[in-house]
């Protein structure tokens, strides 16, 4: 299911695959959470943009259509028109982002809906049986993501618990696999290491894990709240300890240099809305750095968001009109901004994996991790 073909220091160029295609990684998971890119972008529209794995939200979808109604209409994939890799992620973010509308326990988590208010249990046979009925490719397990900082024993205990979270959804996604009416019978499932900013906590947890045989593990409860260099210092000490022969994905990361970063520390996933939510808000991406589309100064500026790029959107369109449509907040402002973002975090990792493969990731690194998150 997944093979590194070459390395370069810690950073790997691996082939993963699943139910619905190969993939070639490093790779950026562009994140639809309620199977749609927020800003009017289609599933039919990320093939264009050069996107490989497409990710969905559990809980999202659970409180609405229902993962039930999912289920019924042929799945995930048949539902949103994505014949490629889909990964889902638990619910267990929103113990962290519904913090205020939860209560946790050993059985698992209560919310109050966002949408509704309606009380939504969820534990780890609720995950994935959810997440069976979307049909993902990958499934995530169920954990509790904690906010940084953390007092220490309230980490330790998080972490026990996501253990024993995580034993019961490998329990529960085989027999669901197992079932002759199950939606996409070869359903992976990646396991997710916690601990918060403690490194002891981060390595007893991995070391725990990595001896249950997931298909995966990703590094969750990063990037809510501790400095980059910390969360850098975290996957240098957590790496050693993470399977050479299964994927690795740091959840929610994160800006171009996060990304350059974390190939450089090994890691081969990642996802993160933030192309998408800045497009929305005028910040754009280019090999330069970013700009703020809203600045007065491309009110007559013919040239397109970036000369170097080939998407769609560069291809036909000037920043003056794209600035005007953003002030004028026409609905199309969002739609092209979010497609040039995408596609630029997209080539991102196509010319990540062109240098890993010449051999050059090392100068790619030193050109562009401290330039892409710059101001232009």
């Known amino acids: 299911m997944f093979e590194v073909v070459k390395t370069e220091g810690k950073a790997r160029r691996g082939v993963f695959q699943c139910a619905h295609g190969t993939v070639r990684t490093p790779v950026f998971m562009n994140v639809g959470t309620q199977a749609a890119i927020k800003g009017g972008v289609s599933a039919l529209d990320l093939k264009e943009l050069g996107c490989q794995i497409e990710l969905s939200n559990t809980y ?6 229902g993962d039930d109604t999912v289920r019924a209409l042929g799945g995930l994939h048949k539902f949103m028109r994505w014949d490629g890799p889909i990964l889902t992620d638990s619910g267990g973010f929103q113990v962290f982002s519904l913090a205020k509308l939860r209560q946790i326990r050993e059985e698992g988590v209560t919310f109050a ?31 509790e993501c904690v906010e940084n900082p953390a007092r220490y024993e ?29 939606v996409n019978p070869h359903q992976q499932l990646f396991g997710i290491n ?20 997931c298909d995966g593990y990703a590094i969750g409860g990063l990037a809510v709240g501790e400095p980059t260099e910390i969360m850098y210092e975290i996957l240098d000490a957590v790496e050693p300890y993470a399977p050479k022969e299964k994927p690795r994905y740091l959840m929610g990361v994160g ?74 907040e026409e609905v199309l402002a969002l739609r092209l901004c979010v497609m040039h973002n995408l596609y630029f975090y997209n080539k991102l990792m196509q010319r990540i994996r062109d240098a890993l493969d010449a051999g050059a990731f090392a100068q790619f690194r030193a050109e562009y991790s401290g330039v892409l998150d710059e101001r232009i």
Request: aromatic residues 8%; positive net charge; contains cysteine.
């Open 60 to 65: 999202h979808l659970h409180v609405r259509p």
């Open 113 to 143: 809906s966002h949408v509704d208010g309606r009380r939504i249990f969820m534990g780890p046979e609720e995950s994935m049986c959810i997440q069976s009925n979307l049909g993902s490719d990958i499934a995530m397990a169920f954990d």
């Open 154 to 182: 309230y980490a330790k205990a998080s972490v026990e618990r996501t253990t024993r979270w995580l034993e019961r959804c490998i329990r529960e996604h085989r027999r669901l696999n197992a079932l002759p009416d199950a």
């Open 194 to 213: 916690q601990g918060c900013t403690y490194k002891d906590l981060r390595i007893h947890h991995m070391q725990q894990i990595a001896q249950l045989d």
């Open 255 to 328: 800006t171009p240099s996060n990304i350059i970063e974390g190939v450089a520390r090994g890691v081969d996933f990642f996802d993160c809305v933030m192309p998408a939510r800045n497009a929305r808000h005028g910040k754009l991406y280019t090999w330069k750095g970013a700009i703020n589309l809203k600045n007065e100064k491309y009110r007559l500026d013919e040239s397109p968001i970036d000369a170097e790029c080939d998407c769609p959107v560069c291809r036909n369109f000037s920043k003056a009109y794209l600035r005007h449509l953003m002030k004028a």
